[in-house]
Every structure is written in C-alpha cells, then in structure tokens.
C-alpha cells in the first residue's frame, strides 16, 4: 500500500511542477505560481493505508509453577529462550507470566535454587504472533530422587523404574559448568499429570523423567531399560527424545522396544543421547 500511495503522490507532484514551470513564455509573466504556491494547491493523498499486520512482540504466556507436594514454588525461575532468553521469577502464588513475547519458537525451562536437588525442566514451545496462552495445569517442579556421581561404568537407578547404564568416559559437562565431574541425578514424572506442555514432541508422550546434570551430553548414548511391566504388547516400539536446550530441539535417541515381560529397553545402538527432559514417544 505504502508503495502505491508514494507512486500516486509522485505523479501529482510531477503534474504540479510542470503547471508551476509553465515553459519559457511565462518566466517573466509575473502572474504564475511559484513551484511551493503549486505544490500547496494541491490536497495530500487520503490515507488508504490500513495497517493490519499483528504486532510481532504482543504474544503472551501465563502459567503456574509448584512443588512435587503441591505448593506454590515461590522464587522458581522461569524462562523463554530463543535468540535471546527472556527471565521470569514466580510470584508468591507460583504464578509467572511472560508478555511482548514475539511470535517464535521457544526453549522454556524452570528451576529453582530454593531447595536443592530439584531437577530442571525443558520443553519447546511454538508461540504465535498476539497469541495470549495460560498454560492447561500448574507446571511441578519435583526433586530428583536419585543423585550420585560416576567413578566407573555402573548400573543407576532412577526413581525405581529406570535403570541406567552409565559410562562416565562418555559424559561431557553441560557448556560453561566449572564442574566436569560425572554425576546423574533424575526422577520418574507422569506425563498427564506433570503439567510440562509437550506438544512439541509431535507425539503421545507414554513416559518421561527429568535427568541431570542437566544439560550434559552423553556419547555414545547411554542404554537403558524400565523395571515395571508396562502392560503393552511385547515389540511395541517408542522414540526416544531428549531436549537439548542450546540447540532448541529434542535430540533422537533412537528407539526402545517393550520386552516379553513387559518392560521397555533401548534398543541396539540407541538411548540417552543428553541428561535432560527424556519421553518415549509414539
């Protein structure tokens, strides 16, 4: 629009200073317009400009943040990560809110340094331009139920129904930690009730658990197995996924498969490619 009203502008304009030229008979006429009295004779183009593009930085999301015993997890930190990281810090009430977000794709991640050993949550979220969204269900924090760090290769397990086989000659410390040192921590969630949006998977979340040190990279990946029987049929088979906060993307990790007694195991050459949010998908 802006491109077609400066055009027609242009051509009044051009229109007015031929008229305000008048040629070489009227220079000494004495009874023509000067160019700005021609220019001024002329009435500015109406406005037909009717800017509907949605703002880029009014998109907004609301949520609540709260303990693994349900109270409100006061001071957590929450943030929208994407070129840059947006910081929010959880209201008395463990509400947080995020506005004049742009419309993007984002990290979102929670912790707190309140109370130690709780784990560090992450997730993606697609937010769209003036899209004001409120999160389905409070956001729980837990605390991990395992944590210990790694001498030698060993069997870990975590919260009961997952055990690790972890190598620390194939841990890498998160970027920017002053603590290389080995060490897995975690905690088993129930997808349905974690309040963790997960959409982002493009896919039905059957199980998932928070691992830390969070952020650290394991290769090869670590192989694993569940202890409870799932009650699925054996040769069911799940993707593997586990977020990667730098890179903004959930990494393959391969596929697991429901064994005869009904537990899962990673299968031949996949599992654990990065401490963090870990789902087995469908």
């Not at 305000?20 to 406005?47: N, Q, R, V």
């Not at 693994?68 to 840059?84: E, I, K, L, Q």
Request: charged fraction near 20%.
């Amino acid at each position: 629009m802006k491109t077609i009203r400066s055009s027609h502008w242009l051509s009044l304009a051009l229109i007015a200073s031929v008229i305000s030229c008048g040629g070489s008979d009227d220079k000494d006429d004495g009874g023509s317009d000067t160019g700005e009295e021609a220019d001024a004779d002329i009435p500015p183009p109406p406005d037909t400009d009717t800017d509907t593009d949605a703002d880029p930085e009014t998109a907004e999301l609301h949520g609540t943040v709260v303990y693994d015993d349900g109270s409100p997890a006061a001071g957590a930190t929450v943030r929208m990560c994407s070129m840059y990281c947006i910081t929010k810090e959880a209201d008395e009430s463990g509400n947080f809110a995020f506005e004049a977000l742009a419309g993007d794709y984002y990290a979102f991640d929670l912790e707190t340094h309140a109370v130690e050993d709780h784990a560090t949550l992450l997730t993606f979220l697609e937010i769209a331009q003036e899209e004001v969204r409120t999160l389905d269900m409070p956001v729980v924090l837990p605390q991990y139920t395992h944590s210990s760090n790694l001498t030698s290769s060993a069997e870990i397990t975590i919260a009961a129904n997952l055990i690790i086989d972890a190598d620390p000659s194939g841990y890498s410390a998160p970027l920017g930690s002053t603590d290389d040192t080995p060490s897995v921590a975690g905690v088993s969630m129930e997808p349905g009730t974690a309040g963790l949006p997960l959409e982002s998977t493009q896919g039905q979340v059957y199980a998932m658990w928070y691992l830390g040190t969070w952020n650290a990279e394991i290769e090869p990946a670590w192989s694993f197995r569940t202890t409870e029987d799932s009650g699925l049929e054996p040769g069911t088979s799940f993707n593997i996924l586990a977020g990667d906060y730098l890179n903004l993307t959930w990494i393959d990790g391969g596929t697991a498969t429901v064994q005869n007694d009904g537990t899962i195991a990673s299968d031949s050459g996949s599992g654990i490619p990065m401490l963090s949010t870990l789902v087995l998908t469908q």
